[in-house]
């Protein structure tokens, strides 16, 4: 964000200290903790329209969805309607600011029209309800789009908004899926992302069918795409990140086709979340299984510098 804050949802099996939402003011200088704490968070989204609204939703394992409208200072939970408590993955619509819709993954997928003060369940055509993943068209508004990622059963869509949804697995040789992510041109690329359980997939048709990236990293052990992070100038740059289970952070500057490992001072730690600023320039930052969160610099032409913030927090 433009005023350097971040928020992280921590995942520790210690005391409840080292759980729950932090937030930094200051670039990941410092942390301190939110309203909410003693849970594992497990997915974070925020309102398109956050800088001015301040509202933020938190999925948790064994709480459901959180909501602050405060900046993360106070938290209420969103939970009429979902069975299942055990969330991991959020999505909002990028008109959130008029029709208040966002979806929760955990076992389903439920659809909230009402900024989550009430759920339904969307999982008509679901033959697989283990969701990891959820990712919105940014044109959603227009073409009720979203596509929804599962332990075992590879991707689904809906272009109904969630009322009934399709499998779009042909050339997914792996359906384990960790990571979705929708280009920001998707409206006119048609491009998606997976990350797998030891593969990685590109589609340029809307999903209709998958080609392999794997070959496309230069190392040969890592276990599987866990995160996706695409330049906010993806339409002219063609430039995303990937995180990955002991590889660490690669980047593609031709849309997927080729990488490099981006791990300077990372070293090749599990990565499990990425985040890009919208700042000038822009930092990306990574979040890992158990060594804390690392900062990368973004300068042109994307040379990365990397600093690491935040020590020994285990975060998902």
């Known amino acids: 964000m433009t005023d350097h804050t971040i928020f992280i949802g921590l995942l520790a099996p210690g005391s409840g200290s080292s759980r729950g939402v932090f937030k930094s003011t200051d670039g990941g200088a410092s942390w301190s903790a939110t309203g909410l704490t003693n849970l594992y968070v497990w997915a974070l989204a925020f309102s398109p329209g956050y800088v001015s609204d301040n509202t933020i939703f938190a999925g948790t394992w064994y709480g459901g969805v959180f909501k602050s409208t405060d900046s993360g200072a106070s938290w209420s939970a969103m939970n009429m309607g979902p ?6 993955a959020l999505a909002i619509s990028p008109g959130y600011a008029s ?20 759920w339904s369940a969307m999982n008509t055509g679901l033959t697989h309800l283990g969701i990891k993943a ?27 908004g969630g009322g009934s949804w399709i499998a779009v697995n042909t050339g997914l040789t792996n359906l384990a899926i960790h990571a979705l992510a929708i280009s920001p041109s998707y409206a006119t690329d048609g491009t998606l992302f997976v990350g797998a359980e030891g593969d990685f997939f590109k589609s340029t048709d809307r999903g209709a069918y998958w080609g392999t990236l794997s070959t496309g990293f230069p190392y ?33 500057t031709d849309g997927g086709a080729s990488w490099d490992p ?3 001072g990372l ?32 300068k042109m032409p994307y040379y990365l510098r990397l600093l690491l913030v935040l020590r020994r927090y285990k975060m998902w």
């Open 134 to 160: 959820l990712a919105v068209s940014p044109s959603y508004t227009t073409d009720q789009t979203i596509f929804a990622g599962t332990y075992d059963g590879g991707v689904f869509k809906s272009t109904d």
């Open 83 to 88: 069975p299942n408590l055990n969330i991991e």
């Open 99 to 118: 029709d208040h819709t966002l979806f929760a993954g955990g076992h389903g997928v439920f659809k909230s029209t009402d900024g989550g003060v009430s």
């Open 262 to 264: 981006m791990n300077a």
């Open 220 to 252: 040969p052990y890592y276990q599987g795409v866990y995160a996706l992070a695409f330049s906010p100038n993806y339409a002219a740059d063609s430039t995303l990140f990937a995180g990955t289970d002991s590889g660490g952070v690669f980047r593609s």
């Open 267 to 298: 070293l090749n730690l599990v990565i499990h979340s990425l985040a890009i600023s919208n700042t000038s320039p822009p930092t990306l930052f990574a979040g890992t299984l158990d060594h804390g969160v690392w900062q990368y610099t973004l």
